[in-house]
């Protein structure tokens, strides 16, 4: 079986993703922010959305060295 078919990998991959967007957007929102309506919508979520997509790709990264031989 393929160490990417595994439930708990991608729903643990999405856990972190999430939690990751939300602290990107957190970050986003306390830069430079002066008031609620100044915040720039589409940038916070590219922003939050390009660092979901990073979390994905180093969970996958760490998952691939992480076989062990049996």
Known sequence: ???????QFW???LDRAVATFAQAAVATLTAG???LLDID????ASVAGLAAVVSVLTSIAFRGGSEVSE
Request: charged content about 25%.
């Open 41 to 44: 919508g589409i940038q916070l």
């Open 33 to 35: 922010v002066t008031g």
């Open 11 to 13: 729903l643990d991959t």
């Open 1 to 7: 079986m393929s160490k990417y078919a595994d439930k």
